[in-house]
Each structure stands twice: as C-alpha cells, then as structure tokens.
C-alpha cells in the first residue's frame, strides 16, 4: 500500500496495515503494531497507525509517541519529523533534538507549521513539498531542524496531485490522482521550486512513490513493489 525509502534503508505498509523493512529480496515485519504508513530517515523509523496515532521505531517495536494523533508523517527532513494532524489536516514539525531523543515516555510537543496538507514530505537539502486537499502542490524553501521554522511557501504549478515525496539529495517525485509519475526538475538551492514537471512512464498506475540513493521505489495500485535504479 505505501513504500519509503531513506538513509539507505526501505520500509513498507501492506494492506493489512502491517509495516516490514526490506532486507536483500525479502520483507521482514517490523515489529508488532500495526501501521498504516511508515517513514524512515534522518529522525529514525516513525509511523503512524490506523487510529492515526503516532509511533517510533525504538529497541525493536514500536513505541508511543504521545501527544497529537496524526494522518501521515514523514522522517526524511534533516533531523526533524513532519505530519498531517488527522481531521484537521493542519501541518506539523517536530524539532530534530526532540524527535531523535524520543522513546515513548514523555508526550511530544509539535509545532504547528500554518499550513493544511493532505500529504507533506521533507528532504534534508532544499526544503519541503506538500499536497493540499484541492491536490495542489506546495513547496517550502526553508525549514529548520532545530526549531521548526518555515518560509517561503510557493504553489507550484502542475497536475493533480495525490501525494509526492523528496528525497534525502533533494529530487521530488509526485503521483497523480490517475496515478502517473512525474519528477520535478530544475530544483536548485535558489530555485527550490524547480522549472518544470517531466513524465515518468509506467506501466500500470501507481499508488505510491520514493526515492533514495539512485533507486525510485514503487508501489502500483495492484499491490506491486518495483524499483527503477539508474
């Protein structure tokens, strides 16, 4: 159902809501609580469950975060964690010395970040991306780890988008809600918000997408894990 990749490291959900780690060909549970999405990165192994409450990957299980329930985070920042508050769709961060510090025995303090998102990733070089509930894009220039500050929101302009992801080396890859492929190009430390959109063909849609180190990591509507490595 929904794949990530990060820090060299791949973790999927299927759609059992069960969370599994990628170790050479296979697929190895992790842990066991239920997750319906999981991230990996920087911050650790985080995911969020089916009651959309919060959880990190400590000491072999996953642990409580306590504190906001959340739809979707996401681990791929540079330290810090971000998330979609389940219901409100308001977007948060967690700071890096926070997030990396948390075993599951205090209640986390998030901060808010002025923004409602359906889907929001970070990457650890050029910011931010984000889908709304109207599948609009939107793209943060800067955010920091260590307080969880933003700026420079930008609409981005290109198709209907149903989730996209960023990379630890700043590549975007978005899906559609027909679900096609597309990689934002042109991204660079001044223009984070890249230049244009270019097609990735598949052959059959596609549910989910992440990238890392080289490899673009696929999941099809029909339950198929691919990878691409070029």
Request: with cysteine; proline share 2%.
């Amino acid at each position: 159902m929904q794949i990530d990749a990060g820090m060299g490291k791949v973790v999927v959900a299927d759609k059992y809501k069960r969370p599994y780690f990628l170790s050479g060909v296979a697929l190895y549970r992790l842990g066991r609580m239920g997750m319906k999405h999981v991230s990996v990165g920087a911050g650790g192994v985080w995911g969020s469950s089916n009651a959309n409450k919060v959880y990190k990957y400590v000491a072999g299980d996953f642990r409580l975060a306590k504190g906001l329930s959340m739809y979707q985070v996401d681990a791929g920042g540079d330290g810090q964690i971000v998330g979609v508050g389940s219901g409100s769709y308001n977007t948060y961060c967690l700071k890096d010395k926070t997030a990396l510090g948390c075993c599951g025995r205090s209640t986390l303090s998030w901060t808010y970040l002025s923004r409602k998102m359906m889907y929001y990733s970070c990457g650890s070089k050029w910011g931010c991306w984000g889908v709304d509930k109207r599948y609009r894009i939107w793209v943060t220039k800067n955010i920091s780890p260590t307080n969880c500050r933003t700026s420079g929101w930008t609409a981005v302009s290109g198709p209907r988008m149903k989730m996209i992801e960023v990379s630890s080396d700043g590549k975007v890859f978005g899906v559609t809600t027909t679900g096609k492929i597309y990689q934002r190009a042109g991204i660079t430390n001044r223009r984070r918000q890249g230049t244009r959109w270019l097609y990735v063909p598949m052959c059959m849609p596609v549910r989910h997408v992440s990238y890392d180190l080289r490899n673009l990591w696929i999941v099809t509507t029909s339950g198929l894990i691919m990878k691409c490595s070029h």
